[in-house]
């Protein structure tokens, strides 16, 4: 059975869509939900609905993204040998649906978006490592979560996780790294939209490097 773990930070608008979508799609699985120091009305919601959730309010770190200690956090909250299904609140399913995901054959698998720049990305994707990576919506076997753990302590790195993509980007890399196998699944559409972007700040990109520069891993 697929567990998933939903974060999100002030998305009341999306909790509902991305609630009937679970629902629907992967009606037996163990659904988390992590709200990231909402001041909106998604605890309530959730209430109404009946789901389970944590609230994270005081980060030890200062208060900038925290997306990789939230999942983190849900990822605790899961059954050991679990596959882990972890979306963002605002990615619900748009098109399409879940059941042939546990069946996949890959370690890691991509969920796509509705509206993506990247196909170029996608067409030497396939196994491979390249800026294309991302885990709005990102599918783990069991394994692979074992073995990215015992590499780095950790299965999304809390290093990294300041700026937008560059967290992303470097779980590629240690996916790589470790040879793990990855794919886009095209059963799906999420909702929202993706564009290749780069690391905003060049603090950001000198940690991927410093990180980086342990792997084997080949820049594409």
């Not at 163990?30 to 959730?53: H, Q, T, V």
């Not at 692979?144 to 937008?164: M, R, Y």
């Not at 490097?209 to 342990?214: A, G, I, M, T, Y």
Request: proline fraction near 1%.
């Amino acid at each position: 059975m697929i567990e998933v773990v939903v974060i999100g930070r002030d998305e009341a608008e999306s909790i509902k869509p991305m609630y009937k979508s679970l629902k629907k799609l992967l009606p037996e699985s163990n659904r988390i939900w992590i709200l990231d120091r909402c001041k909106d009305d998604s605890a309530e919601i959730l209430d109404r609905l009946g789901e389970d959730y944590f609230k994270r309010t005081i980060f030890h770190n200062g208060f900038g993204r925290k997306t990789s200690s939230n999942r983190n956090f849900g990822l605790g909250m899961t059954s050991d040998g679990s596959d882990i299904l972890f979306l963002d609140a605002d990615r619900y399913v748009v098109k399409g649906g879940l059941k042939n995901l546990e069946k996949s054959k890959y370690d890691v698998t991509l969920l796509r978006l509705e509206n993506d720049t990247r196909e170029e990305d996608y067409k030497v994707y396939e196994g491979k490592i390249t800026n294309a990576f991302y885990s709005c919506g990102i599918f783990f076997k069991s394994d692979a979560i074992d073995k990215i753990i015992e590499f780095q302590g950790e299965l999304f790195s809390t290093e990294v996780e300041k700026d937008w993509g560059s967290e992303d980007l470097y779980l590629g890399d240690v996916c790589h790294h470790l040879g793990l196998s990855i794919s886009f699944y095209n059963g799906c559409k999420l909702h929202g939209s993706f564009e290749r972007k780069l690391p905003e700040k060049f603090d950001s990109l000198k940690k991927r490097f410093e990180l980086r520069s342990k792997l084997n891993v080949l820049w594409i």
